[in-house]
């Protein structure tokens, strides 16, 4: 079976094309490049851990009921994507409302600019999400009807990240839409937390979670503790580690424990006052380290290379033994991680890149099939590193270059 993110993987880098173009026409562009690129790493990061883990926790429950769904009704396919639509209201919810599962989804929503490219930003620990799914397994949903309908919910979801899009009438009172969406991700008070809807907004109106975009109250977005970073394996992590430490720090099992099914943002009283958090304060700079236009352009192209790399590897995965899929999967982590800290700026960066090309060429000797394929992209990318450290490094405008306003 073709891996669907392989057909759509392309289609959705064309479309954050159109709307950036789109953006610049209209003087209203919503793209920065290393928010952009930062997004992209971590999409394309969070395809590619199925590769080392897999569950399949739906298919072992759905063996234990001896009854199923009928494949060949449309309505019965109509009735699984809202029963799957539903799921994902709660799973949705409960990830912004308990510590451990926003831990995991705190990824999706760190980026300060909305636009397609933030529908990719997605998490690489989303491991607990199957839990939610499993009622449709119970009740006999066949394993490729959930996975369909699952598709198509997670594919709508793609178009309603931009700010291009108004209200849409009575379409805002049903479905998901671009405005619905924009509360979702607001850090504004009288949006944090609401409209979890995936395809239908209904939902929220039923369980009290909806709330409509003001004109007056423009939505500012991001996370009240910002990342303040664009290294993706840090994104992935920084809410995790801040648990551990305040459950390292807190003098009470009892709280310790706790912290693991604690509400979003509860820390131990004895912990906070001795280790208290900045306020928040939405009027703060968004994260824009300088970036020149040649480490830029680099990083751009490299960035480029890798999404293109890992969908390689998705297609010959099946291929390799465990240690090959390791082995690439690290090269490719190491990739956007090492392009992270070069658009953030890290004097030992250009460095690290140079050591991280010469790393992936020895993989690809060593464990892939094709391997003077990655070679060749190896060497041409170090000619590009040599050729971009010697051009000047003067850093680009942000509200030009960098597609800020």
Request: aromatic share 14%; hydrophobic share 50%; proline share 5%.
């Amino acid at each position: 079976m073709i891996n669907p993110i392989l057909i759509a993987g392309p289609g959705f880098v064309a479309l954050i094309g159109a709307e950036y173009l789109y953006g610049r026409i209209r003087g209203r562009n919503t793209y920065r490049l290393n928010d952009a690129l930062n997004a992209l790493a971590m999409g394309t990061m969070s395809q590619l851990m199925p590769l080392l883990v897999s569950l399949g926790v739906y298919a072992l429950v759905l063996r234990l009921v001896p009854w199923r769904w009928p494949t060949d009704h449309v309505w019965v396919w109509i009735v699984a994507l809202l029963f799957y639509d539903l799921c994902y209201y709660w799973f949705h919810r409960i990830s912004h409302e308990r510590s451990l599962f926003w831990a995991s989804h705190v990824a999706h929503h760190q980026s300060e600019r909305y636009n397609l490219s933030t529908a990719l930003r997605q998490t690489s620990t989303g491991f607990l999400g199957f839990v939610f799914y499993l009622p449709m397994a119970l009740a006999g949903v066949p394993l490729e009807m959930f996975a369909v309908v699952g598709l198509i919910d997670l594919y709508y979801q793609y178009w309603i990240h931009t700010e291009h899009v108004g209200k849409l009438g009575w379409f805002d009172r049903v479905f998901a839409s671009p405005s619905n969406h924009r509360v979702h991700h607001a850090v504004n008070d009288r949006y944090v937390d609401k409209n979890y809807g995936g395809l239908l907004i209904v939902w929220d109106r039923l369980f009290g979670t909806f709330v409509e975009e003001h004109d007056e109250d423009p939505t500012v977005f991001g996370t009240r503790a910002p990342l303040r970073s664009w290294n993706p394996l840090w994104a992935n992590a920084e809410v995790y580690a801040a648990m551990l430490g305040d459950a390292w720090r807190a003098r009470r099992w009892r709280d310790k424990a706790y912290i693991l099914i604690a509400r979003t943002g509860w820390r131990p009283a004895d912990v906070a006052e001795r280790w208290p958090k900045p306020a928040f304060d939405i009027r703060r700079a968004e994260y824009d380290p300088p970036l020149s236009r040649a480490v830029g352009g680099y990083c751009l192209v490299q960035s480029l290379v890798l999404i293109g790399l890992a969908l390689y590897l998705l297609t010959i995965a099946a291929s390799l033994g465990t240690g090959a899929r390791w082995a690439a999967v690290a090269c490719l982590f190491a990739g956007f991680t090492s392009l992270g800290w070069l658009m953030e700026g890290r004097r030992f960066a250009p460095w690290l890149e140079l050591v991280r090309l010469a790393a992936s060429g020895l993989v690809a000797f060593w464990w892939l099939p094709e391997p003077r394929v990655v070679l060749g992209i190896c060497v041409a990318s170090a000619i590009g590193w040599i050729i971009t450290w010697r051009l000047p490094s003067t850093p680009s405008d942000a509200a030009s270059e960098n597609a800020a306003s």
